[in-house]
């Protein structure tokens, strides 16, 4: 019988692709069976098993369903991780968030809008469960998710940024996206991903997250420099980080309020 943790993964609302990304680690796949026993992957295996230690959960909870299940998942692992923008920050999901539900609904099903039970607004999975570790972007990084398999087996604290997508820009001499009068999200969105998008040519998206103390009146002063507007700010922001913007703005009232 194998001493290895059994690992199980979980998809909800989002495409799959961080899945994918671990399926796409190749032959580092089998660095990673070293170290865990996978018991559940339904995107690279047909069994299932509910016996499991640590629990990779990939996309939104957006349904009373998804809220339920996903309170059964807590209730087995002993450890959860939310992989990918969707389960760690709620992800392009939280587009919605900011719009009517009613028209959402219409828009996308027509017709066929009452056969189907969700919530006004997408969720992050720690804001229905407790998260205990998290793995960042859309799609994740593969080297990033062995990092932190690899530290939860050794008993370990992940190492995951919590400085700005602007130190990796320097580190890798890209000029600055605002320079090219484009839009970045880098002043504020927690770093880890080597500023890959801005190393291609274009700018951060923001798909990583906020960090955890964003300056946001610094980015706001360079926002101001190059001459956008609040409405161009807010649009910007609503690209991913919709729920965590409210989640953080209840945090404060609720302190406020104390």
Not at 148 to 164: A, D, F, R, T, W
Request: glycine share 6%; net charge negative; charged share 30%.
């Amino acid at each position: 019988m194998s001493d290895k943790p059994k690992a199980a993964f979980f998809d909800f609302a989002g495409c799959e692709g961080d899945q994918l990304q671990v399926v796409n680690l190749e032959e580092e796949l089998l660095d990673l069976l070293e170290i865990v026993e996978v018991v559940s992957f339904r995107e690279a295996m047909s069994e299932h098993s509910d016996d499991y230690d640590i629990a990779f959960v990939e996309g939104s909870a957006t349904t009373p369903h998804a809220e339920e299940r996903l309170k059964k998942i807590r209730e087995n692992a002993d450890i959860v991780v939310a992989i990918g923008s969707c389960a760690t920050i709620g992800g392009i999901n939280s587009i919605r968030n900011s719009q009517d539900y009613d028209e959402v609904q219409n828009r996308v099903y027509g017709d066929k809008a009452d056969y189907f039970e969700s919530w006004g607004k997408a969720k992050a999975v720690d804001a229905v469960i407790p998260v205990d570790y998290r793995v960042h972007g859309c799609p994740i990084d593969r080297d990033e998710f062995l990092h932190v398999v690899e530290s939860l087996v050794m008993g370990k604290e992940p190492n995951i940024p919590n400085y700005p997508v602007c130190v990796e820009c320097k580190l890798n001499e890209n000029v600055c996206a605002f320079e090219r009068d484009e839009f970045c999200l880098g002043p504020i969105t927690r770093a880890g991903c080597d500023a890959c998008c801005v190393n291609e040519g274009t700018r951060c998206w923001g798909c990583r997250g906020l960090i955890d103390d964003p300056n946001e009146d610094a980015h706001k002063e360079v926002l101001e420099e190059y001459g956008l507007t609040a409405e161009d700010i807010m649009k910007e922001f609503n690209l991913y980080f919709s729920w965590q913007q409210e989640a953080r703005e209840n945090q404060k009232e609720g302190e406020e309020n104390e």
